[in-house]
């Protein structure tokens, strides 16, 4: 009976430990962020000491890949899934429009449920601890652009214990007005929500900071009772409204007198806010004790769209394309990871990973069974990986198929097959060297990514914090360097089906499709036969009739619950 007793203690104890064990995890999501927008890429435009510190010192992922454009990333991250599984492989929600991600489980609604825990004594007795409730608190703090036709498709209905933030794809930096054209008609409405409930008080304060401090809010009030899930989706960097497409504070502005282009300045200094904003969340991590059991997460959702209809002056440089291609420049991300739970860190990953991948993996790392996952997952757990530096399991990685456009792309190891075009191939070129011309060289300081907030933090935790010759070290390694000759680049608007070796030739400079026509063949194949789960892509109408701000006090809401367009729900 005592020694039952001491059993079932030691139980409570083992169960216990692990319940406290799931790490708490930030992922960070920047809009419209260009390869070169980063110091730690190569460029020393735009200072980015907070980003660089956490890069440096966890793990560059240097091949890290999603969709083109905002609604479809965010799609494959929070499922799992190629958007194309979903109908969501076509181009972002716009407001009003609809359409809306299917029903799935999310990543949130994943990390939420009760987890069966489990350990082995002696090595044979699986003991389950099922008694104990230690799901995640999630929150998501910024943009959804994941539809809000009706309320149950938003995100506090999806797995989000709570969100603060807005539902269409971009609003203003200060007023958080979201204006539309439609027929010629501007539509503007109010896009910002706590829980649901427009918060007009809210607004005033520079997204960036807002939505900054709001994460450190919940940071500061967590009870440590459960982790924590922030999913911090920001504004930065995308466009606001037409008028005053870029907004940042004027004093951030005044720190980039050295770019030539007016427009580039004002983008730099929103990439500046972005990086204070990371310095301020490893503040507010470390005053709660926090750091040691935390994964920090950091991604773009696509390349910048330099050009075109909402352009913002970001880099995509050396690569081509840009936001809305296939090409590299449209679908290849910033993106690391930093944590003291990774053992083999400080390196560049050159491994395939692809962004559907973050839900197994950030699944396994707090502790989940991925057995307990949808079998039709496309993501693919990489966490020992990432923790020991073991070989990828992913080795190819289906870019996309849009079957309207009839543009789709496929990674196969060091290969990459682009079929088709978007957008008539207007933007097939390499755009992102024109805003970055500097009216004085500046110099990459490496002090000022040490002495950084997130620099010095990371010295707290970190056994051997990285010297600035390793700074300068890594920086060399995930710089892309491209030939200066672009002999074959190869243009699918001509219809040419093009081939890129992409480790040797990352700017797509040089096609090599007639040399390797079986590379082409088994390609072209693997496309056929994933275009065999395709389902057709949600045609969404924009119901403006319907669903214009006015009939909701001048915000946007979802409308399609109101039987009355007048029900006035906000
Ligand atoms: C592409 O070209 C076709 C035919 O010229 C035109 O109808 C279509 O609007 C164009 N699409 C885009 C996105 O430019
Ligand atoms: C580099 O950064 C350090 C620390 O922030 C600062 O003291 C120093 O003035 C900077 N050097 C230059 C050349 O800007």
């Not at 999603?66 to 109908?87: C, D, H």
């Not at 024109?434 to 490496?446: G, K």
């Not at 056929?528 to 969404?540: P, S």
Request: net charge negative; aromatic share 12%; charged share 20%.
């Amino acid at each position: 009976m005592a020694n039952l007793l001491g059993k079932l203690i030691w139980i409570f104890i083992i169960c216990e430990a692990l319940a406290q064990q799931a790490p708490n995890i930030i992922f960070i999501i920047a809009d419209d962020l260009g390869w070169n927008d980063v110091g730690f890429h190569g460029s020393n435009q735009i200072p980015t000491p907070n980003i660089d510190a956490l890069a440096y010192n966890g793990i560059i992922l240097n091949s890290h890949y999603g969709q083109s454009y905002s609604t479809p990333t965010r799609t494959a991250l929070l499922t799992g899934k190629y958007p194309m599984r979903l109908g969501m492989q076509g181009p972002s929600i716009m407001a009003a429009e609809k359409k809306a991600l299917p029903e799935q489980k999310l990543l949130p609604e994943y990390l939420k449920a009760k987890f069966e825990r489990f350990f082995y004594l002696h090595n044979s007795y699986r003991i389950n601890c099922f008694v104990l409730e230690i799901g995640y608190e999630t929150h998501l703090v910024g943009k959804w652009h994941l539809g809000y036709t009706r309320w149950n498709e938003t995100p506090t209905f999806r797995g989000f214990d709570h969100h603060f933030g807005f539902y269409n794809s971009y609003t203003s930096y200060y007023d958080y007005l979201s204006t539309w054209t439609y027929n010629d008609h501007d539509y503007t409405g109010f896009d910002l929500r706590k829980n649901g409930q427009p918060v007009k008080e809210e607004a005033g304060k520079y997204a960036t900071d807002l939505f900054t401090e709001h994460t450190v809010e919940v940071i500061t009030n967590n009870d440590g009772s459960k982790p924590l899930f922030i999913m911090l989706a920001h504004l930065g960097v995308h466009t606001g409204n037409k008028g005053k497409p870029l907004e940042a504070p004027q004093e951030t502005i005044n720190k980039f007198g050295h770019i030539v282009d007016a427009n580039r300045r004002t983008y730099s200094a929103m990439v500046a806010k972005l990086d204070d904003s990371l310095g301020s969340i490893m503040e507010a991590l470390e005053q709660k004790n926090m750091l040691a059991n935390t994964i920090v997460a950091f991604i773009s959702d696509n390349g910048a769209p330099t050009i075109g209809d909402f352009p913002n002056w970001g880099s995509n440089h050396p690569l081509r394309g840009q936001k809305d291609t296939l090409f590299e420049g449209g679908i290849r991300n910033v993106a690391f990871i930093w944590s003291p739970l990774l053992v083999q860190s400080a390196r560049v990953a050159t491994d395939l990973m692809h962004v559907t991948d973050w839900l197994p993996t950030l699944f396994t790392a707090a502790g989940g069974d991925i057995g307990l996952l949808d079998p039709d997952m496309d993501g693919i757990d990489i966490w020992s990986s990432l923790v020991y530096d073991l070989p990828s399991p992913r080795n190819d990685i289906l870019i996309n198929i849009d079957e309207k456009t009839r543009n789709a792309a496929l990674r196969f190891y060091n290969w990459k097959l682009i079929v088709g075009t978007s957008q008539n191939g207007t933007y097939n070129d390499y755009y992102g060297n024109i805003v970055m011309e500097d009216i004085e060289a500046q110099n990459y300081n490496t002090s000022a990514i040490y002495e950084s907030p997130a620099g010095k933090i990371i010295r707290k935790v970190n056994y051997t914090p990285l010297s600035e010759a390793e700074y300068e070290n890594l920086r060399q390694q995930s710089a892309l360097k491209c030939s200066a000759a672009k002999k074959n680049p190869c243009d699918p608007a001509t219809g040419a089906v093009c081939l890129y070796d992409i480790p040797s030739d990352p700017c797509e400079e040089n096609d090599l499709a007639k040399y390797f026509p079986s590379v082409v063949r088994r390609m072209k194949r693997a496309l056929v036969d994933y275009r065999k789960g395709l389902v057709a892509q949600i045609e969404g109408d924009v119901d403006i009739e319907a669903a214009d701000p006015k009939f909701f006090k001048y915000t946007w809401n979802p409308w399609l619950d109101c039987n009355d367009v007048a029900c006035q729900v906000a």
